[in-house]
């Protein structure tokens, strides 16, 4: 199985400041077919399912303010928030899907200080 | 608009089997281009992904679970289902019903979840 670590298990971050939340994978998860990472990240705010925020490292889904980017390649992945708003209050996970089982990272916390 | 809606008992006595029904709206699981699958999320945890049913009802299994699990999908009714033999307090999660593409397998759709707990 591929193991996914995330760094830190919590942040706080002042409003207007910037997130940086870090993800690794035990194995390259990056497919030689396509030259692609195979990363997603996820919000989940309390009391909500998780929401897509990006796939293949760093794509957008629709509707995803642009605040939220994501970065990085083959074992080594980057979610950052630039300018941290009080609705972005939540656990952000990673996931890779570059073979089964599909596994998540453990989570990381991200709160206002 | 599309909706996944879970549901099933939220209390299940250990050794029992734990079944949940995911009902799909706004979108058919016979389509194509998708798959649809279960995560669960004890409480205060993170997510672990359980299994996944494709279009044409083949099926992908976690090994951690694997034995135990059973997924399927009622085309007729729109519907997929989730069984779990043998369940312990360790199964006791909120279990979410998800849609993915075929390829690439990150979850695009999430249900919002029902809570079973695991007790007697």
């Known amino acids: 199985d591929i193991v996914m670590t995330q760094s830190p298990d919590s942040l706080a971050v002042s409003l207007g400041e910037r997130a940086t939340i870090n993800c690794k994978s035990s194995?390259?998860?990056?497919?030689?077919?396509?030259?692609?990472?195979?990363l997603a990240w996820y919000q989940q705010k309390p009391k909500q399912p998780p929401r897509l925020l990006i796939y293949?490292?760093?794509t957008r889904e629709s509707g995803v303010p642009d605040r939220f980017s994501g970065s990085g390649s083959g074992t080594d992945f980057t979610l950052t928030i630039t300018s941290l708003q009080a609705e972005d209050v939540a656990v952000y996970y990673c996931q890779q899907y570059y073979s089964t089982p599909l596994t998540f990272g453990g989570g990381t916390k991200v709160e206002i200080k | 608009q599309l909706l996944l809606q879970e549901s099933g008992p939220g209390l299940v006595k250990p050794s029992e089997t734990l079944s949940l029904t995911c009902s799909v709206s706004g979108d058919s699981i016979s389509s194509s281009r998708y798959s649809w699958g279960w995560i669960r999320q004890p409480p205060g945890k993170g997510l672990e992904w359980i299994g996944s049913i494709y279009y044409s009802g083949g099926t992908y299994y976690n090994p951690s679970p694997k034995s135990r699990v059973t997924i399927s999908a009622d085309t007729s009714k729109n519907q997929f289902s989730l069984k779990l033999t043998s369940v312990t307090a360790a199964d006791t999660a909120v279990y979410y019903c998800?849609?993915?593409?075929?390829?690439?397998?990150?979850?695009?759709?999430w249900g919002r979840g029902t809570l079973v707990t695991v007790s007697s």
């Open positions: 194995q390259i998860i990056l497919h030689s077919s396509n030259n692609k990472d195979y």
């Open positions: 998800v849609r993915h593409w075929q390829i690439p397998w990150y979850f695009d759709l």
């Open positions: 293949w490292a760093s």
